[in-house]
């Protein structure tokens, strides 16, 4: 991409798939467990069993 991105507009930030950071900690966290899916190579389930 060749554009500053934070000079940006929100619907141009949008048009263009660019997505932001969580705000705090909490947003973090929320996000890796809603979408842990691309972690699962690093740390595999695993079955008590």
Do not use: N
Not at 23 to 32: P, T
Request: aromatic share 6%; no cysteine; net charge negative.
């Amino acid at each position: 991409m060749d554009q500053d991105i934070y000079k940006l507009t929100p619907e141009k930030r949008r048009e263009l798939s660019v997505k932001e950071l969580p705000g705090s900690l909490a947003e973090a966290v929320e996000s890796v467990k809603s979408d842990s899916e691309f972690l699962s190579p690093i740390f595999p389930a695993t079955s008590s069993g």
